[in-house]
Each structure stands twice: as C-alpha cells, then as structure tokens.
C-alpha cells in the first residue's frame, strides 16, 4: 500500500450555519488540500463522524469520490465499539473506490488487549479492504500497546496503523519489530517529522486541511534529504497546533479554514463554533503562517 505513503488529510465536513452539510464548500476543500496531500481520509474524528447519520456519511463518502479530481486514494473511516456493529456497517456500506479502512481501537467499554485483539481480528477477516488501525488513547480511554499492534500487523488484511497516542517510545517498539511492508503513520501533526525518521510512512493529519503544502514540504524534505527543510515547516506548526483542539476538534481547524474562505466555522453540538478568544488568538497566529 505504498500509495498510502505521505500525508493523508482527516477531511473535515463542511456546515452551514443549520449544521447541514455544505457540498459546495466540500468541494472547495478537495481541491484545496488536492495541492499537496497524497490521499483523503473521509470520516474519521476530524470529519465529525460521531455526530452524522450512516446516510450523510456514505453521502459524503460519495460526494468525495465525485470530486476527487486528481485520483487521490481515499480512507474511510468505520470503527466503533460494538464489534457486531462494525461489521455490519462494513457490510452495508459501498467501499468501491475506496482503498482502505481506517478503524479506531473500541473506546468507552475499555477492552482488554485480548478483546482489541480479538475485535480487529474479527474486521481483518470480514473486511473486503484493508485496515488501518487507530490508536488514539486520549478518546478511546484505553491504549493498544506496541505488542497488540506487532501481533496484529501479522495478520494478512491489517496494513498499518495510525498512532496517535503521542508516545514516542511506543512509536519506536512498533518501528523496530513491524514488517518490512506495514504502515507506521503519525496521528499528531507535530510528530510528523519524528515518525518519518524512524521508519514511519508519514501522517495522517488536521492541519493539513488549511496547510497542505506544508506538509507536502515535511514529506519533501525527507525524501530528498534534506533536513533543514522539513525541520522548518514543521516548526512553522508549533504554535498553531494547540488552538486546534483547545475546544475540541475540529472547531480549531474549520475556524482556520473560515478564515482562508474554504468553509464557514460551524459544528455540531456537543460542539460549538470558536469562541471570540480562540478566534482571536486563531487569527493571530495564522498571519505568521
């Protein structure tokens, strides 16, 4: 899956001031990341995938497809917490065109490693596409640790992982032992640059919706060897990064995008749009961008 290499954008999803999705502004955003991303990730937690019906989600996942002018690869995002149901939703949902899942460790019920084991052992062997696992503890309320991840990379439908858990020396056990073949991708985007010097395939990221040549230059930088460049862009992130989750994601990061005319502020509850003082600092801080 080498064309799952690089930075993959975890695409918002545009709203109007009614909270209904804003195609128009949708379509705005693919061709605005389009210039430096190497693939879409539709409906992970950047995506509000919590707070939209199975309807707007493959109606989103349509639209993408639609509009995806230049043939980036696309990731859906299906996981959950009830195995049975993420079955199911597999099952019933149309993935041509799509080339790969990107499935969250079950969160709230707190499994044991056994039961994360278990449970994407059950999506490897149902799924039709491969799986991306997602390690994101800070929402899951649990951690798959760097030796549930290695087990798991052994199984034939399981190709990489997202880590998010923002534990450098986890990311480094996963790096050392995993197979020749298996995708070690960054869920923080200021730990981009760390994870692709130690083997890592790149990011999966939210800033990369308003600054996708940034990332393209991190990726860049790497590849041609040099250093001081990628170092630089992502540096240029240190100080914008934080706002983005101050109030939840992606509040931050659709108020930047606002500001850059590609899609209007607005969320749905439990969350709310950018208050004035996080719009303020936001505003700020994007003009040294």
Known sequence: MKKLAGTGVALVTPMNSQGEIDFASLKK????????????VVMGTTGESATLSKEEKKSVLAFVKENNKKK?????????????????????????????????SPYYNKPSQEGIYLHFKEIASTSPLPIILYNV?????????????????????????????????????IAREMPKDFLLISGD?????????MGGAGVISVLANALPITFQKIKNGVQNGKLAQAQAAQ???????????????????????SLMGVCEPFVRLPLIKASNSLQKKISQLSARL
């Not at 985007?189 to 010097?197: R, S």
């Open 137 to 173: 503890p800070g929402r899951t309320a649990s951690n798959l640790t760097a030796e549930t991840t290695l087990r798991l990379s052994g199984l034939k439908n399981i190709i990489g992982i997202k880590e998010a858990s923002g534990n450098l020396e986890q990311c480094m056990k």
């Open 235 to 257: 540096f240029s992130l240190l100080d914008i990064n934080a706002p983005m989750y101050e109030e939840g994601n992606p509040v931050g990061v659709k108020f930047l995008l």
């Open 189 to 197: 985007d200021l730990l981009t640059l760390p994870i692709y010097t």
């Open 29 to 40: 955003l693919l061709a605005h990341t389009a210039k430096g991303v190497d693939y879409y």
């Open 72 to 104: 980036l690869p696309i990731v859906y995002g299906i996981g959950g917490n009830y195995t049975q149901s993420v079955l199911e939703e597999i099952k019933s949902t149309d993935l041509g065109g799509v080339d790969a899942l990107l499935s969250v």
